[in-house]
Nanobody, 123 residues
């Protein structure tokens, strides 16, 4: 079982950048595919990005493609989400999640979840 801890959230002006981190405080992260999700107030949680165990394949929601980049450093047991050109609509609590394999469903089926980190984009 892996325990996930997100960090790096904060307040940033529109057009700015943030880098979120998802660290495994217990267990090896390298054996899991990892996804990032977000939930804005009053909205359902939505998929943002995902990465396979070795980092060779990545997936993105259309709304963030070209602006966000997911990556991982398995030696550091950490997955990153680099967010550039942030928009007001990117404001949300961001969660990372893990599952053994991406399989055919990179948007769902995640087993382990972190507690989230708040990202607020200001005008």
């Amino acid at each position: 079982q892996v325990q996930l801890i997100e960090s790096g959230g904060g307040l940033v002006p529109a057009g700015g950048s943030l880098r979120l981190s998802c660290a495994a405080s217990r267990g090896a992260l390298s054996v899991y595919a990892v996804g990032w999700f977000r939930q804005a107030p009053g909205k359902e949680r939505e998929f943002v990005a995902a990465i396979t165990r070795g980092g060779g394949t990545t997936y993105y929601a259309d709304s963030v493609k070209g602006r966000f980049t997911i990556s991982r450093d398995n030696a550091k047991k950490t997955v990153y989400l680099q967010m550039n050109s942030l928009k007001l609509e990117d404001t949300a609590v961001y969660y990372c999640a893990a599952k053994p394999f991406i399989g055919n469903n990179y948007r769902g089926g995640y087993v382990y979840w972190g507690q989230g980190t708040q990202v607020t984009v200001s005008s």
